[in-house]
């Protein structure tokens, strides 16, 4: 595992990324907030706007926005990329076994086992767990 792939799977501290953007703020090294927070091509970009006040003038807001935004907010946003994959994982697991189950559904109604008012009801019921 890189040193990159290790900095970007860690917990982030919001102290320290509002520390980074107020950093930003004071120095020409605006942006190492964006690299902490797993955005490097916003990154770049304030180090590229080096020379003009943009980066500083958006360390500085988005410094009070990260002290303004909930902890649960925070995390949600700059921490969700791993547990969003893991969660779809298992929402697609999900989703693929009432598709399955839909389909053995219509296939008991063409052959008439299973009434059209049945059918409806059922696949209601299974459309509903997705949702």
């Known amino acids: 595992m890189s040193a990159l792939e290790k900095l970007f799977g860690q917990p982030k501290n919001r102290r320290v990324a509002v520390i980074l953007a107020l950093l930003g703020t004071i120095t020409p090294l605006a942006g190492l907030h964006k690299f902490y ?3 490097p091509l916003w990154g770049i970009i304030y180090l590229l706007l080096w020379s003009t006040p943009m980066p500083r003038i958006a360390s500085a807001i988005d ?10 907010q925070f995390q949600l946003q700059f921490q969700g990329f791993g547990k969003t994959i893991q969660s779809t994982g298992i929402e697609l697991q999900q989703v693929s076994a ?22 409806e009801q059922k696949r209601r019921q299974l459309l509903d767990r997705i949702a």
């Open 98 to 119: 009432i598709a399955d189950a839909l389909r053995e559904l219509d296939r008991l109604r063409e052959d008439g086992l299973v009434s059209e008012y049945e059918f």
């Open 37 to 39: 927070l797993g955005q």
């Open 63 to 72: 410094a009070v926005w990260y002290l303004v935004q909930e902890s649960e």
